[in-house]
């Protein structure tokens, strides 16, 4: 046993956990065992010198879970033959799982998709493909330079991110990387095997066919989860292309600064997690996916938009459909996961339940009014949305009401779907019911009421008779084991009964299994139907919970054109309207023209809601670049192609970047990618360094994109000198957040006003903030001193001091002498 067990571990990686098959038990030796009993916190043992540990079989994938989440891998080494005296049970590995592969249900988060990728550069083009081997979903893209690849990693957060072993020096630092052979990466041997699985002669119907790079990739997929992690990939039925062209490219740190889809306070506080009405699983994930890779094609758009309109317009419509789409369960991992073959019997059901709520959910689509006799989206979902009436007639009357999760130990067909299988029931019944009688009157031909009839695993079935009473045991019982308290017999009418009992127990089991396993494989044929309308199903539940969404809050139907300007009326935040609680949001408009009024400064104190307007903009923007109605009276918005936002910064201690790197190189970033289409978001630009440099940047920068980039740029600052900008530049115009004084203190409008703020509010905000009374005097002794001294950059041309003061030298009384750096 364990030459086999070295054999089948030799076959392995060494950072792959094997979990070997002993019975009831999946043990680990030598260092697997080592390794694991330390993460699993179980015990570690000896056998012959041997490290070992083990873990129960049924409850192996809660330990699998927890190997998981640290990192590992595991293989699963399963017993393919029943023991038998004097042979060895033969074991196979069953299947390896890892972070990027798992299968199991409880172990996936239902609103995210589980990637696997890989990342591989030839010549200048760096290639990425990503296969969600849970759901089928296989797609690849190519960039030029890597700060759009990892913007893109950023994006779809793969669970593991294979590289090729010599192109370790370029991408061993990203996140989740794992060397693998290079050769598996070759573009002529990557082509071949994606033709190959995919029975086409060339890639070109996929459109990635002048595509090396992503090839390279995608080939490197196929091959880690057929060969390395012995996986099957035929549900992996199309690969499809992410063009960069196609979608509003959103980088990573403006997705962080964003909220968009996780937040520091929680996932409600996240725009996916305010925009997520969603009744099934396919379709979180689709929103989440919609959400990080908004699009630009006006035509995709408005089809959205239709759908949401004519729900709106019939809503007796859209709470049948809302209803229906409750009862649909994970049709697209569940069918992944039977035509893997690692599906059970529940499995079947859960598909069957869901395949049976679709009949009505078209007819009620099929009720909605369409807005234009032209084949449009909601037209695409009905067509896709397939009925499956004889796979779920089969699976209907085929299917016990509660079948068991083993596939091997009977429960699964119901009575009277096969008559073999009936009459090997009836046969084990009537069998069972003959036991019982026998046992009765045996009792009353021996006289020992205490007689019992029971059953083990070792003997079959025997009779057990009390030591009290075996004296009047008769003499044709064979005695077969001597208990403690009891003796054991055997009857030649009994082991006969057996046979025949056991042999209908087998026999049944066999023939479910070998039913569950058609059942399984005419699941499996229908695999590319299944996937088309789990598809349909998510983009219908998405719009729909949508449309749930822009009625509940009044959302309205924005207007796309190509132009350049970006105009709001009353518009609110998509996450802060739906979380306030202790005020009601309070709307404002955003005029942003491209001859006019392209570049906003706005001005303000900390605290008056600043931040909260420039990022209400960008998320309403890119709600209305997802197809969704949009939390304003109206909106006009010109089509973006980049969403950039720079807010605070902090220290990034890993790389040695100091606040005001972190900033500056965020600040770059825009800079050197934005282009006349995109919306620029800043916030406090230059604040990490001191004021006059800081002002500098900021100036230089606001004028930068004004002048040559001519970008859409809401600024937020508090450099008040800025806002002189609006003097010699067309397209700035000036904004302040309204505040009003009450008895040395400020009350917070959060109203957007044309013009700029007079003060920064500074001290009051400080003491709002809960600072002592006499710091707060003091700073405003000091205050007044430095205001005496202050200089302001003029308006025009490169800042420079505009009125000049007599400088005092006297401060105010101080009692430190650090009070002297102010002279």
């Known amino acids: 046993m364990m030459a086999q067990y070295q054999t089948m571990r030799r076959s392995l990686p060494e950072d792959i956990l094997l979990f070997y098959r002993l019975g009831d038990f999946y043990e680990m030796f030598f260092e697997d065992a080592k390794t694991a009993s330390t993460l699993l916190n179980v015990a570690l043992t000896k056998r012959n010198g041997i490290p070992m540990c083990g873990v129960p079989h049924h409850a192996a994938q809660g330990y699998i879970a927890k190997l998981i989440q640290q990192g590992k891998r595991v293989a699963i080494a399963e017993q393919t033959s029943d023991p038998q005296p004097g042979k060895i049970v033969e074991r196979e590995i069953a299947q390896i799982i890892s972070a990027g592969t798992v299968s199991d249900m409880t172990l996936l988060d239902d609103t995210r998709h589980n990637y696997v990728a890989a990342v591989y550069q030839v010549g200048k083009a760096i290639g990425l493909a990503c296969a969600d081997h849970s759901t089928g979903e296989f797609t690849v893209a190519e960039f030029d330079h890597k700060d759009a690849l990892q913007d893109e990693i950023q994006r779809l957060a793969p669970r593991e991110l294979i590289i090729a072993d010599d192109q370790i020096n370029q991408f061993g630092h990203l996140r989740s990387c794992l060397p693998y052979d290079g050769y598996a990466f070759l573009t002529d041997q990557s082509r071949h095997a994606l033709c190959d699985h995919f029975k086409v002669q060339s890639l070109r119907g996929f459109g990635c066919d002048d595509m090396p790079a992503a090839i390279s990739a995608a080939g490197a997929i196929l091959h880690y989860l057929a060969f390395q992690l012995r996986r099957s990939c035929d549900h992996l039925r199309q690969i499809s292309v992410r063009s960069e062209s196609n979608h509003v490219l959103i980088d990573a740190s403006s997705q962080r600064n964003l909220d968009l889809v996780d937040s520091p306070t929680g996932r409600q506080h996240s725009l996916l997690g305010a925009l997520d009405r969603t009744a099934t699983p396919m379709g979180a994930r689709k929103l989440r996916d919609w959400i990080l890779h908004p699009l630009r094609d006006i035509t995709t758009l408005n089809a959205r938009q239709d759908v949401i309109s004519s729900f709106l317009n019939e809503p007796f419509l859209l709470g049948q459909c809302r209803e229906s789409l409750k009862g649909i369960r994970d049709i697209e991992r569940t069918t992944s996961r039977l035509s893997q073959n690692s599906g059970n019997a529940r499995d079947l059901q859960s598909l069957c339940v869901s395949l049976q709520k679709i009949p009505d ?20 979902i009905l067509e896709n949305l397939h009925e499956f009436k004889e796979l779920v007639q089969v699976l209907e009357s085929a299917l016990t009401d509660e079948p068991p999760a083993g596939t091997k130990d009977g429960g699964i067909i119901r009575d009277g779907f096969l008559a073999e299988l009936d009459e090997l029931r009836s046969a084990s019944g009537d069998g069972k019911q003959w036991l019982a009688q026998m046992q009765e009157t045996e009792r009353k031909r021996t006289g020992i009421d205490t007689l019992k009839i029971k059953f083990n695993n070792v003997f079959g079935y025997f009779l057990e008779v009390t030591k009290a009473k075996a004296h009047l045991v008769p003499d044709d019982y064979q005695r077969k084991q001597t208990m403690t308290n009891a003796e054991r017999y055997i ?27 058609k059942l399984r494989q005419a699941v499996a044929e229908e695999i590319d139907r299944l996937q088309q309308c789990s598809d349909a199903l998510a983009t219908l539940d998405v719009l729909l919970g949508l449309t749930e969404l822009a009625q509940l809050h009044q959302h309205s139907r924005p207007f796309l054109d190509e132009s350049r300007d970006l105009i709001i009326s009353n518009g609110r935040h998509p996450v802060l309207e739906q979380t306030l609680v202790d005020e009601k949001f309070v709307p404002n408009d955003s005029i942003m023209e491209e001859d006019t009024s392209r570049v906003i400064l706005l001005t303000g104190p900390n605290m008056a809601g600043k931040s909260t307007y420039i990022r209400q903009v960008a998320l309403i923007t890119l709600m209305a670049q997802i197809g969704a109605y949009v939390p304003a009276e109206q909106a006009r ?17 890993t790389s040695g970047q100091s606040t005001f790197m972190v900033e500056m190189n965020e600040t770059a970033l825009i800079i050197n990618n934005a282009t006349e289409h995109s919306l620029v978001i800043l916030d406090e630009i230059g604040r990490g360094t001191a004021t006059f440099d800081g002002l500098s940047i900021a100036w230089s920068v606001a004028e930068h994109l004004h002048d040559q980039i001519k970008a859409r740029t809401l600024f937020a600052t508090h450099y008040h000198e800025l806002t002189d900008l609006a003097r010699s530049r067309d397209a700035v115009e000036n904004y302040n957040v309204a505040v009003r004084e009450w008895n040395d203190d400020i009350i917070f409008l959060r109203k957007i006003l044309p013009g700029t703020a007079d003060k920064s509010y500074g001290i009051q905000v400080a003491r709002l903030a809960g600072l002592p009374p006499a710091i707060i005097d003091r700073a405003k002794d000091i205050l007044s001193h430095l205001e005496l001294n202050s200089t302001r950059p003029e308006a025009k041309g490169k800042p420079k001091a505009k009125n000049t003061r007599s400088k005092s030298k006297t401060m105010p009384d101080a009692h430190s002498p650090q009070m002297n750096l102010f002279d």
Do not use: W
């Open 361 to 380: 959910l078209k007819s009620h689509l099929e009720a909605l009014n369409q807005e234009s006799q032209t084949p449009n989206l909601q037209s695409q």
């Open 637 to 653: 918005i010109g089509i973006v192609d980049r969403i950039f936002c720079r807010v605070g910064a902090s220290d990034d201690l």
């Open 491 to 517: 009857t030649p009418e009994l082991k006969e009964m057996e046979n025949k009992i056991l042999g209908a127990d087998e026999r049944a089991k066999q023939i479910e299994y070998e039913e569950f396993v």
